[in-house]
């Protein structure tokens, strides 16, 4: 994922919160905001302290990085992610952080399956 598909700034994140809709699993919060113009999704990322230390929150980090990559093509592009790491996160493998996100995706109706059928009906 390239870094202009990143959200950094405060005030992005902050847009993200009050204008996005939001969904959550025991692993993770996805919030969901549309922008009509936008070609590309981008992608913030929140990891809290809590959840442990430096390795284990940029380890969290990457492994999400890494499932939005491979489900980049099954994405909505005209939003803006943020995904919150939860506590049980940090023990997840690559795998399992996958399908946590997918599911998380599924239940905001922005994955392909849901979305695609969703942009027929309209």
Known sequence: MKKEQRI???REFSA???????????????YVL???????????????????NAVCR???KRL?????????????PDCD?????????????FKEVRSSLEHVMKKAKVLAPLYGNRKKDS
């Open 64 to 76: 999400v990085r890494a499932a939005f990559h491979e489900l980049e093509g099954q994405l909505r």
């Open 16 to 30: 993200v919160f009050k204008k996005g809709s939001s969904m959550a699993n025991r692993q993770f919060v996805l």
């Open 8 to 10: 950094k700034k405060n």
């Open 81 to 93: 992610y943020v995904v919150i790491a939860r506590n049980p996160a940090r023990d997840l493998s």
């Open 34 to 52: 549309p922008k009509e113009g936008q070609d590309r999704l981008r992608l913030g990322l929140s990891v809290s302290k809590r959840v442990g």
């Open 58 to 60: 940029n380890r969290i």
